[in-house]
């Protein structure tokens, strides 16, 4: 299994640009989750899913989208990019009481 | 969401001492799960504790829940540089299946 993927790995946008972090799991897990980890702190819970066509909000979901189409993929969208939107995304799905975390994708907002 | 405070914020130890983080919290835990992320990396699930005062063991690692639920901590016995990163820990709230991170503790081991 190769596990939680996350693509890109690096992205660099302008104000006001829009993208889609990817992030797919191998594992058949119904959770899935998004956060961001701001320099120095811990992972802040965006969105997250219950399984396909069922998401729901974390505690900072403002400026960010989610789709949960197959139980495989949990895009995240950003409309709109902010500077303060610069962070490190990581993807997590979960089994039992477990998350596995995917690589992360590091995000700059210039 | 829930306030999960972690200290200290950094620690640097010679290679071969201890280490200890406390997570702290102003309302009962449901449970308690750590994660360790290396430098450039993501979490890794290290464990999960549930009940009043449970007390888990990993090799060199030591993990205990709290007798009230409102406090945990990890201690790392002989320190080695593999052992360098910053360790969470997150409550797992019921219902939602939600974690709530705390503010982590960064450890530099100095060989």
């Known amino acids: 299994n190769a596990g939680v993927t996350q693509t890109p790995k690096f992205r660099i946008l302008k104000i006001g640009q829009s993208m889609t972090l990817q992030c797919t799991q191998d594992?058949?897990?119904?959770?899935m989750y998004w956060y961001r980890q701001d320099p120095g702190m811990g992972l802040k819970l965006i969105y997250y899913?219950?399984?396909?066509?069922?998401?729901d909000k974390g505690e900072v979901p403002n400026g960010y989208n989610v789709s949960r189409s197959t139980t495989e993929d949990f895009p995240l969208r950003l409309e709109l990019a902010a500077p303060s939107q610069t962070s490190v995304y990581f993807c997590?799905?979960?089994?039992?009481?477990?998350?596995?975390f995917g690589p992360g994708t590091r995000l700059t907002v210039l | 969401g829930q306030q999960v405070m972690q200290i200290p914020q950094y620690q640097h130890v010679q290679e071969g001492e201890d280490f200890t983080t406390y997570c702290n919290s102003s309302?009962?835990?449901?449970?308690i799960q750590w994660y360790k992320q290396r430098p450039g990396g993501h979490p890794v699930f290290l464990i999960q504790?549930?009940?009043?005062?449970e007390v888990k063991k990993q090799k060199r690692l030591t993990f205990q829940f709290g007798e009230a639920k409102k406090n945990s901590s990890l201690h790392i016995t002989a320190t080695q540089t593999t052992d360098v990163g910053t360790y969470f820990c997150a409550e797992l709230q019921t219902g939602a299946n939600n974690l709530f991170f705390g503010t982590g503790t960064r450890l530099t081991v100095i060989p």
């Open positions: 504790l549930v009940k009043s005062g």
């Open positions: 997590a799905s979960k089994y039992g009481n477990e998350q596995f």
């Open positions: 594992m058949n897990h119904n959770y």
């Open positions: 309302t009962t835990l449901s449970n």
């Open positions: 899913s219950v399984g396909a066509g069922i998401t």
